[in-house]
């Protein structure tokens, strides 16, 4: 079955299945009867829910399923068995598994009667495309181990009379020559089949669908039309403004249809079939929109010409409307949609920014120097347009041709673009340049060297703008030129500077600079030479101050991911999915990365979840809240375990208490209760002080504002006074005392800096003050039950389960064809790991030629790097790469070991001292042994060994024990 997904072929092959069963059933027939393999055990047990639905219809009630799979599933189910022990001694008749499980449940002893009496007549591989290569030999000699354990393997026919079954909805995908699937299918089952096998879809076409064009309905409005009745601009982000009986009334030419009338109406519509043949089942980008949109009339062939996004935006409410239509030939109790119409959200991870160098913020990608050519085509077609009724058009887009010259009613486009760096502290952005040695204010602006030199031994030349604000740059400008003095407590104006993109430099700001810019701006950066390049090491921020601020503007996919999940469960009425649809499935090309991703994705969106909930608490409140109530509001709010699950961190999830009141078996006892309350209260703590000012947070956000109350402040002030007065040299204060208000303003700027370096009491911190702060131990190792663990420094490290490599679990090993690909794969890994601080990783390798190979690719996928010398990492803030002789003494949360190849670890030329000098080369093998030893025991939580061509040697037991080692 290669249809697409949600056309039934669960059902096309479940409901022959389970007839079958019944019907064995009845004549007495026991053990197993079919065999369905899923590639993953979240699929298995979606589907063992769905057996399970079909199991209570009373024509099946003595037909059984068992849910055979390695996790312990987290759902039980009332018709189908989960417990090993229940399965073995009454085997069901149909047996949901995978195939690593299938692999061990054809070797255990203790599994032997799983198959007493099995007379398996349908074997099933869902999502049958993922078996291909290595993986689609292991399941067909698994599949026939299968049949010769059941005796139904027989001569030239591997699975016997066992009916082999696959399905998949990506093998069908195009339709056309079916013979590639067919040989693949042959070649895992065993078995011929005839052209016949393959069952496809049949879609309608447009003309089918539609049939008879009522060509008495009205001509359909043109884009601007379509926005302005279905309530104008802007209603993506305020959906309640959406105005689809609006869009109807214009488009049908009709007031007060139902949707069963609409769907009536639409099928018969001349919009409509143009609409389903624009889009013919394919992705349509701006190019095969402006092409195809011809048809609709001048009105939207232009618009898709000069503003594909508003001919994108209309369309998109056309199809809206015919989401909510209903098909008018279906039951009322149980309507159809008129159309099947899936939403598809499309997400690269945000690297490789460039921003343009001018007062007005302007982004763009690295890569697409095709998409400027592209558009620049666009342009030059648009201008040779005529140019009549133009007022009819919006042009406020990002794609509207460019002013023609002397024009001053469209600013020009910058032309000089560098890497978009931002201050993660203070939130401020800018450009980074790189500073040549020879002559420093001569800037390198290529991107690639700069982010190559921030990886590298370059560092220390790079140079971060940050962009001055409107008033810094007048008060600069008028303390150079003389023209105002200095403002008090201003920005020094030393530290401004005008920085030229066309020109590749920087200079001192002049007179003229006031009248206006182009390709250059104002900006705020530490060039003196004695601190420039500690400054660039340390990636102070220029505006701030701040060390270990300033980083590349990006994210990844897992962020972007977690992001998007969170905002669809959490997001309110407005954006947030309804409860029954809250359900997420993410795909992974591997196994390894799929279990980093699922952490970093639950521990992400726990943190979005809870600062939505804060969020909505707030806004509900309509005034402020302190601390303490917000955190009892939002306990409060949570009714269901569904909310619950928003403000209880995954590491909690595993508390029996916690997992019992999650699951819904029970309500919850005091302690429990306790356990999450005190959890949320630090959490909350935690993001209104020391976290506030790190990432996506409610305050960096504007979402919220927060304060120190200070609630008498004239007491407050001369208390402040007094202890002025008592400090030694205050007896003659020239000039007098301070006022009160700078008092005021003393007080309140000391108690937020307290804030904001997390000084705000909590139980759990007690112990930890009483020590002065000075026994990490106690908020570690130590730590309160239901506390993370925290280095109270603006990240955080997970100690639960230490272990060394010694006593752990085998290390994930990864081979490649050569060191290119090699390097690429260590990249791939390091950012499906997420916003896991890189300084936590480190990467060991054989030689320092190979430390800067490595270094370069990640620079190449935006990924930080420092090397390790001789005094330890140059610098923080980045993935840690050096020899292995580097790492004595240090730990890293992740470590992965690179190059580990023959040849390699050991050296090549090791070998030949085996017959020339026997005893020297025992003590080199044994030195690099050691070293090897060094660079594996200094991971904390994970291990991945890489190499390419032969493994080392030095590896062959633990690869001998990784291919034995049972899933």
Same mark, same amino acid.
């Not at 909805?169 to 016949?196: N, R, S």
């Not at 994108?312 to 909510?324: D, H, I, T, W």
């Not at 140079?463 to 200095?486: C, I, M, W």
């Given at each position: 079955?290669?249809?697409?997904?949600?056309?039934?072929?669960?059902?096309?092959?479940?409901?022959?299945?389970?007839?079958?069963?019944?019907?064995?059933?009845?004549?007495?027939?026991?053990?197993?009867?079919?065999?369905?393999?899923?590639?993953?055990?979240?699929?298995?047990?979606?589907?063992?829910?769905?057996?399970?639905?079909?199991?209570?219809?009373?024509?099946?009630?003595?037909?059984?399923?068992?849910?055979?799979?390695?996790?312990?599933?987290?759902?039980?189910?009332?018709?189908?068995?989960?417990?090993?022990?229940?399965?073995?001694?009454?085997?069901?008749?149909?047996?949901?598994?995978?195939?690593?499980?299938?692999?061990?449940?054809?070797?255990?002893?203790?599994?032997?009667?799983?198959?007493?009496?099995?007379?398996?007549?349908?074997?099933?591989?869902?999502?049958?495309?993922?078996?291909?290569?290595?993986?689609?030999?292991?399941?067909?000699?698994?599949?026939? $181990?299968?049949?010769?354990?059941?005796?139904?393997?027989?001569?030239?026919?591997?699975?016997?009379?066992?009916?082999?079954?696959?399905?998949?909805?990506?093998?069908?995908?195009?339709?056309?020559?079916?013979?590639?699937?067919?040989?693949?299918?042959?070649?895992?089952?065993?078995?011929?089949?005839?052209?016949?096998?393959?069952?496809?879809?049949?879609?309608?076409?447009?003309?089918?669908?539609?049939?008879?064009?009522?060509?008495?309905?009205?001509?359909?409005?043109?884009?601007?039309?379509?926005?302005?009745? =279905?309530?104008?601009?802007?209603?993506?982000?305020?959906?309640?403004?959406?105005?689809?009986?609006?869009?109807?009334?214009?488009?049908?030419?009709?007031?007060?249809?139902?949707?069963?009338?609409?769907?009536?109406? !639409?099928?018969?519509?001349?919009?409509?079939?143009?609409?389903?043949?624009?889009?013919?089942?394919?992705?349509?980008?701006?190019?095969?929109?402006?092409?195809?949109?011809?048809?609709?009339?001048?009105?939207?062939?232009?618009?898709?010409?000069?503003?594909?996004?508003?001919?994108?935006?209309?369309?998109? $409410?056309?199809?809206?409307?015919?989401?909510?239509?209903?098909?008018?030939?279906?039951?009322?109790?149980?309507?159809?949609?008129?159309?099947?119409?899936?939403?598809?959200?499309?997400?690269?991870?945000?690297? $490789?920014?460039?921003?343009?160098?001018?007062?007005?913020?302007?982004?763009?990608?690295?890569?697409?120097?095709?998409?400027?050519?592209?558009?620049?085509?666009?342009?030059?077609?648009?201008? =040779?347009?005529?140019?009549?009724?133009?007022?009819?058009?919006?042009?406020?887009?990002? +794609?509207?041709?460019?002013?023609?010259?002397?024009?001053?009613?469209?600013?020009?486009?910058?032309?000089?673009?560098?890497?978009?760096?931002?201050?993660?502290?203070?939130?401020?952005?800018?450009?980074?340049?790189?500073?040549?040695?020879?002559?420093?204010?001569?800037?390198?602006?290529?991107?690639?060297?700069?982010?190559?030199?921030?990886?590298?031994?370059?560092?220390?030349?790079?140079?971060?703008?940050?962009?001055?604000?409107?008033?810094?740059?007048?008060?600069?400008?008028?303390?150079?030129?003389?023209?105002?003095?200095?403002?008090?407590?201003?920005?020094?104006?030393?530290?401004?500077?005008?920085?030229?993109?066309?020109?590749?430099?920087?200079?001192?700001?002049?007179?003229?600079?006031?009248?206006?810019?182009?390709?250059?701006?104002?900006?705020?950066?530490?060039?003196?030479?004695?601190?420039?390049?500690?400054?660039?090491?340390?990636?102070?921020?220029?505006?701030?101050?701040?060390?270990?601020?300033?980083?590349?503007?990006?994210?990844?996919?897992?962020?972007?991911?977690?992001?998007?999940?969170?905002?669809?469960?959490?997001?309110?009425?407005?954006?947030?999915?309804?409860?029954?649809?809250?359900?997420?499935?993410?795909?992974?090309?591997?196994?390894?990365?799929?279990?980093?991703?699922?952490?970093?994705?639950?521990?992400?969106?726990?943190?979005?979840?809870?600062? /939505?909930?804060?969020?909505?608490?707030?806004?509900? =409140?309509?005034?402020?809240?302190?601390?303490?109530?917000?955190?009892?509001?939002?306990?409060?709010?949570?009714?269901?375990?569904?909310?619950?699950?928003?403000?209880?961190?995954?590491?909690?999830?595993?508390?029996?208490?916690?997992?019992?009141?999650?699951?819904?078996?029970?309500?919850?006892?005091?302690?429990?209760?306790?356990?999450?309350?005190?959890?949320?209260?630090?959490?909350?703590?935690?993001?209104?002080?020391?976290?506030?000012?790190?990432?996506?947070?409610?305050?960096?956000?504007?979402?919220?504002?927060?304060?120190?109350?200070?609630?008498?402040?004239?007491?407050?002030?001369?208390?402040?006074?007094?202890?002025?007065?008592?400090?030694?040299?205050?007896?003659? !204060?020239?000039?007098?005392?301070?006022?009160?208000?700078?008092?005021?303003?003393?007080?309140?700027?000391?108690?937020?800096?307290?804030?904001?370096?997390?000084?705000?009491?909590?139980?759990?911190?007690?112990?930890?003050?009483?020590?002065?702060?000075?026994?990490?131990?106690?908020?570690?190792?130590?730590?309160?039950?239901?506390?993370?663990?925290?280095?109270?420094?603006? /990240?955080?490290?997970?100690?639960?389960?230490?272990?060394?490599?010694?006593?752990?679990?085998?290390?994930?090993?990864?081979?490649? +064809?050569?060191?290119?690909?090699?390097?690429?794969?260590?990249?791939?890994?390091?950012?499906?790991?997420?916003?896991?601080?890189?300084?936590?990783?480190?990467?060991?390798?054989?030689?320092?030629?190979?430390?800067?190979?490595?270094?370069?690719? !990640?620079?190449?996928?935006?990924?930080?790097?420092?090397?390790?010398?001789?005094?330890?990492?140059?610098?923080?803030?980045?993935?840690?790469?050096?020899?292995?002789?580097?790492?004595?003494?240090?730990?890293?949360?992740?470590?992965?070991?690179?190059?580990?190849?023959?040849?390699?670890?050991?050296?090549?030329?090791?070998?030949?001292?085996?017959?020339?000098?026997?005893?020297?080369?025992? $003590?080199?093998?044994?030195?690099?042994?050691?070293?090897?030893?060094?660079?594996?025991?200094?991971?904390?939580?994970?291990?991945?060994?890489?190499?390419?061509?032969?493994?080392?040697?030095?590896?062959?037991?633990?690869?001998?024990?990784?291919?034995?080692?049972?899933?």
């Amino acid at each position: 079955m290669t249809t697409g997904t949600g056309s039934g072929k669960t059902e096309s092959f479940l409901i022959p299945v389970l007839d079958h069963c019944r019907r064995q059933k009845a004549l007495g027939s026991r053990g197993v009867k079919a065999v369905l393999l899923y590639p993953m055990n979240a699929l298995a047990t979606d589907q063992a829910g769905r057996i399970g639905d079909y199991l209570t219809q009373p024509e099946l009630a003595q037909v059984t399923a068992g849910l055979y799979i390695g996790d312990k599933p987290d759902t039980d189910f009332r018709r189908v068995m989960t417990r090993r022990e229940e399965m073995r001694q009454s085997p069901p008749d149909v047996l949901i598994t995978n195939y690593k499980m299938l692999d061990l449940l054809l070797q255990r002893a203790e599994d032997r009667p799983l198959w007493e009496g099995a007379e398996p007549a349908y074997v099933v591989l869902d999502e049958f495309h993922t078996y291909d290569g290595a993986q689609g030999t292991d399941v067909a000699m698994l599949l026939r $181990r299968l049949a010769a354990a059941v005796g139904a393997s027989k001569p030239e026919r591997p699975l016997g009379s066992i009916c082999p079954v696959a399905t998949s909805a990506t093998l069908g995908e195009g339709g056309g020559d079916t013979g590639g699937i067919l040989t693949v299918a042959e070649q895992v089952f065993g078995v011929p089949f005839g052209p016949d096998a393959v069952i496809g879809e049949e879609r309608l076409s447009a003309d089918d669908f539609v049939g008879d064009i009522d060509y008495e309905l009205p001509e359909p409005p043109g884009p601007k039309d379509v926005i302005d009745v =279905s309530g104008g601009p802007g209603v993506e982000s305020d959906p309640d403004r959406l105005d689809l009986d609006g869009l109807a009334e214009r488009l049908l030419g009709r007031r007060g249809l139902d949707a069963f009338q609409i769907g009536r109406l !639409l099928k018969k519509h001349d919009f409509t079939h143009g609409v389903l043949a624009l889009l013919n089942g394919e992705p349509l980008d701006e190019w095969g929109l402006r092409d195809r949109m011809a048809r609709f009339g001048y009105a939207w062939a232009r618009t898709a010409r000069e503003n594909p996004r508003l001919a994108l935006e209309a369309l998109s $409410r056309f199809v809206a409307l015919l989401s909510s239509a209903r098909d008018p030939e279906s039951d009322e109790r149980r309507p159809r949609p008129l159309l099947h119409i899936e939403a598809h959200l499309w997400v690269r991870p945000v690297g $490789r920014v460039l921003s343009g160098v001018g007062a007005r913020p302007e982004f763009r990608w690295y890569e697409d120097e095709r998409a400027v050519a592209r558009r620049s085509a666009l342009t030059a077609a648009s201008a =040779s347009e005529d140019p009549s009724d133009s007022d009819e058009w919006p042009t406020a887009d990002s +794609r509207r041709p460019q002013a023609l010259p002397g024009s001053d009613t469209v600013q020009r486009p910058a032309q000089a673009h560098l890497p978009a760096i931002y201050c993660r502290v203070c939130g401020r952005s800018g450009w980074a340049a790189l500073s040549p040695e020879a002559d420093p204010q001569k800037l390198e602006t290529s991107p690639l060297r700069i982010w190559q030199a921030a990886v590298g031994r370059d560092k220390r030349r790079l140079r971060y703008f940050v962009s001055a604000t409107p008033a810094e740059a007048r008060d600069a400008l008028a303390a150079l030129t003389g023209t105002a003095p200095k403002q008090a407590g201003g920005v020094d104006p030393q530290s401004v500077v005008v920085l030229d993109g066309a020109q590749s430099t920087y200079r001192v700001p002049v007179a003229e600079d006031g009248e206006g810019l182009q390709d250059a701006w104002f900006a705020r950066a530490v060039l003196d030479k004695k601190t420039a390049d500690q400054a660039a090491k340390d990636d102070t921020c220029p505006a701030c101050n701040t060390d270990n601020g300033i980083r590349f503007l990006g994210t990844a996919l897992a962020a972007l991911a977690s992001a998007t999940v969170t905002q669809l469960f959490t997001g309110g009425q407005e954006i947030a999915l309804a409860p029954e649809e809250r359900k997420t499935l993410l795909f992974n090309d591997s196994t390894q990365d799929a279990a980093h991703r699922a952490g970093y994705v639950a521990n992400a969106s726990y943190k979005f979840s809870l600062r /939505s909930l804060l969020a909505h608490q707030l806004d509900d =409140s309509g005034a402020p809240l302190p601390l303490n109530d917000l955190i009892g509001n939002v306990l409060d709010s949570v009714d269901d375990p569904q909310t619950l699950a928003a403000v209880v961190p995954p590491d909690l999830h595993d508390e029996p208490g916690v997992d019992r009141l999650l699951s819904g078996r029970g309500t919850g006892d005091a302690r429990t209760w306790k356990l999450i309350g005190e959890r949320l209260a630090f959490a909350t703590v935690m993001e209104f002080g020391l976290r506030s000012r790190l990432g996506r947070t409610l305050e960096l956000t504007r979402t919220t504002a927060a304060e120190v109350v200070v609630a008498e402040p004239d007491r407050i002030v001369a208390l402040a006074r007094d202890l002025h007065l008592t400090l030694p040299g205050q007896l003659g !204060l020239e000039g007098g005392l301070p006022t009160p208000e700078r008092y005021m303003a003393y007080v309140r700027g000391l108690l937020e800096r307290l804030r904001l370096r997390g000084g705000v009491r909590h139980r759990w911190l007690d112990t930890w003050i009483k020590e002065a702060g000075v026994n990490q131990y106690l908020i570690s190792g130590q730590r309160p039950e239901g506390m993370p663990a925290d280095d109270l420094d603006g /990240s955080s490290e997970n100690l639960a389960g230490y272990r060394s490599v010694l006593s752990g679990a085998v290390p994930d090993l990864h081979r490649s +064809r050569d060191w290119e690909e090699e390097r690429k794969a260590i990249a791939g890994l390091i950012e499906s790991w997420g916003d896991l601080p890189h300084e936590q990783v480190a990467i060991a390798v054989p030689t320092n030629q190979m430390a800067q190979e490595a270094a370069y690719t !990640l620079a190449q996928h935006g990924i930080r790097a420092m090397e390790i010398g001789p005094d330890g990492p140059r610098g923080d803030g980045g993935v840690h790469i050096g020899t292995m002789f580097r790492f004595k003494g240090l730990e890293y949360q992740r470590m992965i070991i690179a190059g580990a190849s023959d040849g390699l670890v050991p050296r090549a030329e090791i070998q030949r001292l085996r017959t020339t000098d026997p005893g020297r080369f025992r $003590r080199e093998m044994q030195r690099a042994r050691s070293l090897l030893f060094v660079a594996t025991t200094r991971a904390r939580d994970s291990l991945d060994i890489f190499w390419h061509g032969e493994a080392s040697p030095f590896l062959t037991d633990l690869i001998r024990a990784r291919q034995s080692a049972t899933p």
